[in-house]
Nanobody, 120 residues
């Protein structure tokens, strides 16, 4: 069965860091760009970042630029989201999704989400 599974979420204090992982099984993640989304309670889902299939190109939401970094290890079929200097407003469920290229806005695979809570 082809799927994406996120991990690495949790509770962290403001200013702290977390690294989220998005692992694929049943298909080759290296053939896809991967996007991270987040959805906070009562808010619409928003795109956070995207990385091209090669990993050479990334794009970020303005509010996370300079704090979040995407990377990928195609040999491990995994994409990462390193989140530093976390703020309470980063609290949300984070999802990864695979698409043919960043910006296509049609996703072939979605993960189930991982909760990130930033609170003192």
């Amino acid at each position: 069965q082809s799927q994406l599974v996120e991990s690495g979420g949790g509770l962290v204090q403001p200013g702290g860091s977390l690294r989220l992982s998005c692992a694929a099984s049943g298909f080759t993640l290296g053939n896809y760009a991967v996007a991270w989304f987040r959805q906070a309670p009562g808010k619409e889902r928003e795109g956070v970042s995207c990385i091209s299939s090669s990993g050479r190109n990334t794009d970020y939401l303005g509010s996370v630029l300079g704090r979040f970094t995407m990377s990928r290890d195609n040999a491990k079929n995994t994409v990462y989201l390193q989140m530093n200097s976390l703020k309470p407003e980063d609290t949300a469920v984070y999802y990864c999704a695979a698409e043919t290229y960043c910006g296509k806005n049609y996703y072939d695979y979605w993960g189930q989400g991982t909760q990130v809570t930033v609170s003192s």
